[in-house]
DNA sequence: GTGCGTGGTTACCCCAAGGTGAGCGAGCAC
DNA sequence: GTGCTCGCTCACCTTGGGGTAACCACGCAC
């Protein structure tokens, strides 16, 4: 997805965090994320519903994309009514990992004291 | 900015991890960070040589942000022309480091082996 | 006077991500 | 037959983030 000319990558390419962005870089995927790491093996149905707001148009292709990153794993099961099941990958697993410092950062500043740099 | 539901939300909010993606949430903001730690005090058209592809608005409306957002300090000297230069503070550091596992994610999906879950 | 360089602002446009709502295909309950 | 479930897909529309370009004030060099 979004195969412009991805800023940095002028100089080679900044530093492998806009790889990561393009993998997260949407509305959704972080709590997607999330949600899976909580809940493993989920269906469809019931990760929309552990994602209220969230669209079916929106869940499905944020899934197919997180599946192409290879971050994400779906089994279809071939029933009626259909039954897919989705999970992490170990690539999934990792990047969740990799989030983690960037949440407790979000956690620290929602948090913590507000008298640091910003006078509000 | 962006008062919208904010999804993940709804269940008190999802980890802070939507905090950290609201800062960083633009499409040059994490290479800004970047610059700004290998150069540290850079001047408004440093930085935009820096970061080749960005407009002036961009870079502009993003530093503003960046600077509400308690990541980015800005000092104005009132000179003629004008100079302006523009650093991380404490925060913006801390927010840099929590950027690095998600770099370091990037990089080693990038590099390494290709054959844990997808296919190609 | 003209032009340049600074760090912006303003107005406008564009396009893609995301939201809305409908439909589908198969089987089962009734 | 009707209606329900489940996991989507399709067609359409809206929103706003980002891109384009012109303009500003100020001093200096010429």
Known sequence: ???????????GHACGIDTAMEVIGGRW????????????????????????????K????????????????RVSYDEVPPRVEYSLTEDGIRLNDAL???????RDRSTGPRSRDEPA
Not at 1 to 11: E, H, I, K, S
Not at 29 to 56: D, M, N, Q, S, Y
Not at 58 to 73: F, I, N, Q, Y
Request: proline share 6%; no cysteine.
């Open 1 to 11: 997805m979004a195969t412009l000319n991805r800023p940095g990558t002028a100089d």
């Open 29 to 56: 995927k972080v709590l997607i994320l999330w949600a899976l790491r909580e809940h493993p093996l989920r269906r469809f149905g019931e990760l929309r519903r552990l994602l209220p707001g969230i669209t079916e």
């Open 58 to 73: 929106v869940l499905a292709s944020h899934l197919r994309e997180m599946e192409a990153d290879g971050v994400v794993r």
């Open 100 to 106: 983690e410092p960037l949440a407790a950062w979000g």
